[in-house]
């Protein structure tokens, strides 16, 4: 089947440290991955997409490559700022959608 | 363009009551699906639509939650004789299909529902 797993929050971070959010799937096609944020007390928004594999997204300074061969979609952000404090949800689509569990990231300045 | 659309934003209601809420999908979208969020947990997959095909309920926590679609556009969550545990935020997104795959999710703000 189709699944989304990604790490187990929370994640607390010091300003101006690196990030990294691992994120695995398992599909039965060929998805395309998304990373989805959502801020304190507002609704998930799109933070960065890829279609195919080897393709990256990129967003406000997030980055993650679409990797076939680990199946991965790793976040990543060289150097956090205490707004990037959120959510984050790894999500595919194939024949519809499927979410992560979320992962809680604190940034303390 | 108008995004998703969700009303009530706020709904309390008593134990044991129905309650309805409604969502505006994105124009043209073809895809519509229901979440439910309680307070600091993930996304918790209720029902999805596509097209004219049949629903999608497998996310449905049981018989008192139903969903309609209407004219492939507006859709309505209903919950019967609402019980405290489904207090929680319920979203709803939209999106259109590309190469025969879900295409990005476009969420709404979410009705916040409480059942006292």
């Known amino acids: 089947g189709n699944s989304v797993t990604q790490m187990e929050g929370p994640v607390t971070l010091s300003e101006e440290a690196f990030l990294t959010i691992n994120c695995t799937y398992t599909?039965?096609?060929?998805?395309?991955l998304f990373w989805y944020v959502q801020y304190p007390g507002e609704g998930l928004q799109l933070l960065l997409k890829?279609?195919?594999?080897?393709d990256k997204g990129s967003n406000k300074g997030f980055e993650a490559t679409y990797r076939k061969e680990t199946t991965s979609f790793h976040l990543e952000k060289g150097s956090v700022q205490v707004s990037d404090s959120a959510v984050y949800f790894c999500?595919?689509?194939?024949?519809?959608?499927?979410f992560g569990s979320g992962t809680k990231l604190n940034v303390k300045p | 363009g108008a995004g998703v659309s969700q009303s009530p934003s706020n709904k309390v209601t008593e134990k044991g009551k129905d309650v309805e809420l409604r969502c505006d999908p994105i124009?043209?979208?073809?895809?519509l699906y229901w979440y439910r969020q309680s307070l600091g947990q993930g996304l918790e997959f209720l029902i999805y639509?596509?097209?004219?095909?049949?629903?999608?309920k497998s996310g449905l926590p049981s018989d008192r939650f139903s969903a309609e679609r209407t004219g492939g556009s507006v859709s309505t969550l209903t919950i019967q004789r609402t019980q405290q545990e489904d207090s929680a935020v319920y979203l709803c997104?939209?999106?259109?299909?590309?190469?025969?795959?879900?295409?990005?999710?476009?969420f709404g703000p979410g009705t916040r529902l409480t059942v006292l």
């Open positions: 999500a595919l689509s194939w024949d519809k959608f499927y």
């Open positions: 124009s043209g979208h073809t895809a």
């Open positions: 599909a039965t096609g060929y998805p395309s």
């Open positions: 997104a939209s999106s259109s299909r590309v190469s025969g795959r879900a295409d990005t999710q476009y």
């Open positions: 890829a279609t195919k594999a080897d």
């Open positions: 639509f596509q097209g004219n095909s049949a629903p999608d």
